[in-house]
């Protein structure tokens, strides 16, 4: 009883302190990592696998100093290897002034600062470090007995390129998109912010994977305070395994039971160095196109990067239509429940005759009706999102249609009931981000549990509820309804429901500390 009590535990209470998700398995040569560097040591650590390959020669200088490049194939550019390694010191060495004086004392700062050409070189010393360069994807020259060695940056593998994102499309504005090549995504956003005040922190996480990403904010604009708790819980993070932002999402947000998104995500480039100069942290993992943003708070996600690009007009518009959007896909379920089942005197007459007409031969009660048709729906758009893109829309569509259509005749559903679950699907997809969507869709069931048991006077509990819990939602020490709550009359007027124009915005919207408030100079 105690070891299941014990294993419960483990998987529903998250450590204070430090997330952790599981132990790494310890190796046997775990202790050989910290050792002095030796050419050999690494050869026989990575010998057994055959992707990594090895090329032995020699260096005749005053001494016959025996060398070794250590890659992974398929992970370096071999053109850079054979133009800018092999074919120095192999073939152009010859009758070069420098090839005389070289001992195995010398060689590594003779070869690096006389010999051979290229931009990426860089010295090591340990065990542990060479064979992360190799396994990165860089080129390691060792030369005999030395301790030291030279990691050349011959990075080449195959990689997208830059593309639209398929879930951030807009009409109008940039279409470039990050893609799995950190690289590649820290040069977009350095293209979109050519100061020197934008920081790019490179960190590794994971014991076995050992996975690339950087940090990046705007100094003198991001707070530092949540700069500086950003490092502190990526440092309390004890994985085996990177594979994707996702791992470091879950575990650095504020409450992880909450149905709410605490950080957000982006592929755009342009959104990212918009949110960078609000006073956010951006989080790029290396070998996905997600990139985290934090800290959020809950209007962040009804508002889209377009309506920067559109007049305020349109803007203004479209955000309202976003946010009447996500009422009635919370609401509107539990609101026709708690009306056909409790408050029927509030329905005009001839309404209600028609709504009763269509319940008429219905064997179940509002409730059970509307979740049966809630899960169908749930069903029917999670078949259409895995399935194939061609299968998937005539899933969707077909499936809706055949079966509200079947399930009205046979006298299952009521024909109301299948208009207000189309609306509700309908204005869910209003809502733009994919995590707020995720939530609204969670909470909908329990607002139509308390409609079906206690009426409006339900909904009502649902809401104060709803509203308690955001109150009290914090992202990285940010107000999840800032500036709604704590109310900040600027930042409320300028840039949360409504969008004020270009020439108005001369401030940052304060909806976090941030350092430098001003985002224009006076003319």
């Known amino acids: 009883m105690r070891s299941w009590l014990k294993m419960i535990k483990e998987l529903t209470i998250r450590p204070k302190g430090e997330q952790k998700i599981r132990k790494s398995p310890s190796y046997s040569f775990d202790e050989e990592l910290n050792d002095p560097l030796s050419g050999q040591t690494v050869r026989t650590i990575l010998s057994k696998s055959n992707d990594i390959v090895f090329r032995e020669f020699f260096l005749q200088g005053k001494e016959r100093i025996p060398c070794l490049l250590a890659a992974v194939d398929g992970m370096v550019d071999k053109n850079q290897l054979d133009q800018f390694i092999l074919k120095p010191l192999m073939v152009d060495l010859a009758g070069h002034p420098e090839v005389a004086q070289l001992t195995l004392a010398n060689v590594v700062d003779k070869t690096l600062q006389t010999i051979l050409p290229g931009l990426e070189f860089k010295k090591v010393f340990k065990v542990g470090e060479a064979i992360d360069a190799i396994l990165s994807g860089d080129a390691v020259i060792f030369f005999g007995e030395s301790k030291e060695a030279l990691v050349f940056g011959a990075r080449g593998w195959a990689n997208r390129g830059v593309a639209e994102p398929i879930t951030e499309s807009i009409v109008k504005g940039p279409r470039e998109g990050f893609s799995e090549t950190l690289r590649i995504n820290t040069s977009l956003l350095r293209r979109k912010i050519k100061h020197p005040s934008l920081r790019i922190i490179s960190l590794k996480l994971g014991d076995l994977t050992k996975t690339d990403l950087v940090v990046t904010y705007i100094e003198k604009v991001a707070s530092p305070d949540i700069v500086s708790e950003v490092f502190r819980r990526l440092s309390t993070i004890k994985i085996d395994s990177m594979l994707g932002s996702g791992y470091i999402e879950e575990m650095i947000q504020d409450n992880p039971y909450s149905p709410f998104p605490q950080i957000s995500f982006t592929e755009r480039p342009d959104i990212?160095?918009?949110?960078?100069?609000?006073?956010?942290?951006?989080?790029?993992?290396?070998?996905?196109?997600?990139?985290?943003?934090?800290?959020?708070?809950?209007?962040?996600?009804?508002?889209?990067?377009?309506?920067?690009?559109?007049?305020?007009?349109?803007?203004?518009?479209?955000?309202?239509?976003?946010?009447?959007?996500?009422?009635?896909?919370?609401?509107?379920?539990?609101?026709?429940?708690?009306?056909?089942?409790?408050?029927?005197?509030?329905?005009?007459?001839?309404?209600?005759?028609?709504?009763?007409?269509?319940?008429?031969?219905?064997?179940?009660?509002?409730?059970?009706?509307?979740?049966?048709?809630?899960?169908?729906?749930?069903?029917?758009?999670?078949?259409?999102?895995?399935?194939?893109?061609?299968?998937?829309?005539?899933?969707?569509?077909?499936?809706?249609?055949?079966?509200?259509?079947?399930?009205?005749?046979?006298?299952?559903?009521?024909?109301?009931?299948?208009?207000?679950?189309?609306?509700?699907?309908?204005?869910?997809?209003?809502?733009?981000?994919?995590?707020?969507?995720?939530?609204?869709?969670?909470?909908?069931?329990?607002?139509?549990?308390?409609?079906?048991?206690?009426?409006?006077?339900?909904?009502?509990?649902?809401?104060?509820?709803?509203?308690?819990?955001?109150?009290?939602?914090?992202?990285?020490?940010?107000?999840?309804?800032?500036?709604?709550?704590?109310?900040?009359?600027?930042?409320?007027?300028?840039?949360?429901?409504?969008?004020?124009?270009?020439?108005?915005?001369?401030?940052?919207?304060?909806?976090?500390?941030?350092?430098?408030?001003?985002?224009?100079?006076?003319?």
């Open 272 to 523: 990212l160095a918009g949110k960078l100069l609000e006073g956010k942290v951006g989080i790029i993992v290396d070998g996905t196109p997600i990139v985290l943003m934090v800290p959020v708070i809950l209007t962040q996600f009804l508002n889209v990067n377009e309506d920067y690009y559109q007049r305020a007009m349109v803007a203004i518009l479209s955000r309202s239509i976003r946010y009447i959007g996500a009422f009635i896909a919370i609401l509107a379920p539990s609101i026709y429940i708690a009306v056909t089942t409790f408050h029927q005197e509030i329905i005009p007459t001839d309404l209600l005759m028609s709504i009763s007409a269509g319940r008429q031969g219905v064997p179940v009660p509002a409730l059970l009706e509307a979740l049966i048709m809630t899960i169908v729906l749930e069903i029917l758009q999670e078949a259409g999102l895995r399935l194939p893109k061609p299968i998937g829309s005539t899933i969707g569509i077909v499936g809706a249609l055949v079966i509200g259509d079947a399930a009205v005749k046979a006298g299952l559903v009521s024909p109301l009931m299948v208009i207000i679950i189309s609306l509700t699907a309908i204005a869910s997809y209003a809502i733009p981000t994919f995590d707020l969507g995720l939530a609204v869709r969670l909470i909908r069931f329990p607002f139509m549990i308390l409609a079906g048991i206690l009426g409006f006077f339900g909904v009502s509990v649902g809401l104060y509820i709803l509203l308690i819990h955001l109150l009290k939602l914090r992202s990285f020490g940010v107000p999840y309804l800032s500036p709604i709550a704590p109310l900040r009359i600027r930042a409320l007027l300028q840039d949360t429901f409504v969008r004020a124009p270009w020439w108005a915005l001369k401030r940052r919207p304060q909806l976090i500390d941030v350092e430098n408030l001003q985002s224009k100079k006076k003319p």
